[in-house]
């Protein structure tokens, strides 16, 4: 079991950054892909980025590309989402999730582990 706890979320002003980190507890040894997904009020749950632990690879969503990097620390079992030029539509939920394979996923349905959320509200 691996237990996720997301941090960072707050309120900013349109144009400003988050970071937002997701600390992975338990069994951490494992090789874990990892995904960030966001939930807006009344939509659905939509990938944001990953990162495959084989290869390091990273992917992001079109709507985040250029002003969202997710990243690892192994040694602290965390990874991040730093989030610039924020935008109202940017405003959400944000999950971080956990799945036991060696390459990630944009399907929120194919990973193995899900953090409880951290509100990101963007103010225009």
């Known amino acids: 079991q691996v237990q996720l706890v997301e941090s960072g979320g707050g309120l900013v002003q349109a144009g400003g950054s988050l970071r937002l980190s997701c600390a992975a507890s338990g069994r951490t040894y494992g090789s874990y892909s990892w995904g960030w997904f966001r939930q807006a009020p009344g939509k659905e749950r939509e990938f944001v980025t990953r990162?495959?632990?084989?290869?390091?690879?990273?992917y992001y969503a079109d709507s985040v590309k250029g002003r969202c990097t997710i990243s690892r620390d192994i040694a602290k079992s965390t990874v991040y989402l730093q989030m610039n030029s924020l935008k109202p539509e940017d405003t959400a939920v944000y999950y971080c999730?956990?799945?036991?394979?060696?390459?990630?996923?944009?399907?929120?349905?194919?990973?193995?582990?899900w953090g409880q959320g951290t509100q990101v509200t963007v103010s225009s």
């Open positions: 990162q495959d632990w084989s290869s390091g690879r990273t």
């Open positions: 999730a956990a799945r036991t394979a060696s390459y990630g996923s944009s399907w929120w349905d194919e990973y193995d582990y």
